[in-house]
Antibody, heavy 116, light 110 residues
Framework: EVQLVESGGDLVQPGGSLRLSCAAS????????ISWVRQAPGRGLEWVAN????????YYVDSVKGRFTISRDNAKNSLYLQMNSLRAEDTAVYYC?????????WGQGTMVTVSP | QSVLTQPPSVSAAPGQKVTISCSGS????????VFWYQQFPGTSPKRLIY???KRPSGVPDRFSGSKSGTSATLGITGLQTGDEADYYC???????????FGGGTKVTVL
């Protein structure tokens, strides 16, 4: 079964850091770009970041540039999102999603709450 | 403020048709494929339409997509109560070098 499973979400104080993980299974991880997409409570979807399969080019939404870093470990079939200098507006459910003619597979999401 | 513009809500009676518009620009919809996603409360989004107008296996043909210039449209015919959900359009923006979504449209079956 093709599956993405996120983990690492937590309650963190403003200015803090958190590392999210996305574990992939059931498909050839190295053949796909995987993105991070987030959704603040009661709000719409916001694309956050992705990177090439070979770990090359990385792309970010402007609001997280310089604070978030996307990475992947192809040997572990895993994608990561290192989030630093967290702000209240980063509070959201974070999904990882496989790119295959759009986002064809989504994880269940992991909740990140930034609050004092 | 989303890069792609969708109406916040649309509604119609069971069996009727609704259309959801998605407006963008030459750097996003005008240059790339458009995708549509369906999301029920508390669940992950599901891909509904890819490459402007193609349906993945398992998606009923009541759902259709189209694109013209810098705008795209999702159509739902034979509306059912089970179609009540949020719908999002998405694509890539070449100027931003980023993925973009519309703000989402809530479909209500009257």
């Amino acid at each position: 079964e093709v599956q993405l499973v996120e983990s690492g979400g937590d309650l963190v104080q403003p200015g803090g850091s958190l590392r999210l993980s996305c574990a992939a299974s059931g498909f050839t991880f190295t053949s796909h770009i995987i993105s991070w997409v987030r959704q603040a409570p009661g709000r719409g979807l916001e694309w956050v970041a992705n990177m090439r399969q070979d770990g090359g080019d990385k792309y970010y939404v402007d609001s997280v540039k310089g604070r978030f870093t996307i990475s992947r470990d192809n040997a572990k079939n895993s994608l990561y999102l290192q989030m630093n200098s967290l702000r209240a507006e980063d509070t959201a459910v974070y999904y990882c999603a496989r790119e295959e003619n759009g986002f064809d597979v989504w994880g269940q999401g992991t909740m990140v709450t930034v609050s004092p | 403020q989303s890069v792609l513009t969708q109406p916040p809500s649309v509604s119609a009676a069971p069996g009727q048709k609704v259309t959801i518009s998605c407006s963008g620009s030459s750097s996003n919809i005008g240059s790339n494929y458009v995708f549509w996603y369906q999301q029920f409360p508390g669940t992950s989004p599901k891909r509904l339409i890819y490459a402007n107008n193609k349906r993945p296996s398992g998606v009923p043909d009541r759902f259709s997509g189209s694109k013209s210039g810098t705008s795209a449209t999702l159509g739902i015919t034979g509306l059912q109560t089970g179609d009540e959900a949020d719908y999002y359009c998405g694509t890539w923006d070449n100027s931003l070098s980023a993925g973009v979504f519309g703000g989402g449209t809530k479909v209500t079956v009257l």
